[in-house]
């Protein structure tokens, strides 16, 4: 997942750095890692994202998508 996506999906759910992470089950310094592109999202982090905020890897992808389309 890039940086981009996860910071669309905190967005999305409209929550802040902290409140991501305490979902998440992270430090607020590793989702803003992550978000910096820093760190990558583990495969553990994917999972527990798409848990926790009911999203699929299809919509991942959609969201990938039209980031790549949206620079071209």
Do not use: H, W
């Not at 999305?12 to 305490?22: D, L, R, V, Y």
């Not at 527990?48 to 959609?62: H, L, M, S």
Request: aromatic share 8%; charged share 40%; proline share 3%.
């Amino acid at each position: 997942m890039k940086p981009e996506t996860f910071k669309a999906i905190r967005y999305e759910k409209n929550k802040t750095q902290a409140e991501f992470a305490k979902e998440l089950g992270i430090s607020k310094s590793m989702v803003e890692k992550i978000e910096s592109g820093f760190v990558k999202v583990t495969p553990r982090v994917r999972m527990k994202i798409a848990k926790v905020f009911d999203i699929t890897d299809e919509f991942i992808e959609n969201l990938e998508k039209a980031d790549k389309l949206s620079k071209l």
